[in-house]
């Protein structure tokens, strides 16, 4: 298996875990909160927000350049959140679930378009791809868990 398609593969599973969690959830639960004050909705927009901004990253490095989440630090991720969800809170559920998709859709055409040797164990796109995947399947534990102890 190609790097490439090992990275592709883990973002799919992960994918297909999340969307097993919330898959069948009605729209007034997936609305009500889970995890804190985040909803369903809100933890799908604030997936494709990452999955937007990190497309870019990867186009960025690609062309050479410094990505953005060169800047990120792990004691600064509720700054991040904050500032990629702001404007996602408002957005109809519809437009949450359509941008959940497209932002996948973008980041693996942006995986695709990377030569190889930039998808090889140590480099900056696996860490990327790792973390992303880890950070989704968190997620989708977080709703099964809610649904397990709500009944739902």
């Known amino acids: 298996m190609s790097d490439r398609d090992e990275l592709l593969s883990r973002l799919q599973e992960s994918r297909d875990e999340l969307v097993s969690a919330i898959r069948g959830l009605p729209e007034d639960k997936l609305t009500a909160p889970l995890a804190g ?18 497309a870019s990253d990867l186009r960025r490095i690609g062309c050479g350049r410094i990505p953005c989440l060169a800047a990120f630090r792990e004691t600064e991720v509720d700054d991040w959140n904050a500032f990629l969800m702001r404007p996602r809170r408002i957005f109809p559920l519809p437009q949450v679930q359509a941008e959940f998709e497209e932002g996948r859709a973008a980041l693996v055409a942006a995986l695709k378009d990377l030569p190889e040797a930039l998808l090889a164990r140590g480099t900056m796109v696996r860490n990327i791809v790792a973390v992303f995947a880890n950070h989704e399947k968190d997620h989708a534990r977080q709703v099964r868990e809610w649904r397990q102890e709500h009944g739902v």
């Open 37 to 54: 004050e985040w909803t369903a909705k809100d933890i799908m927009a604030h997936i494709a927000s990452w999955d937007e901004f990190s």
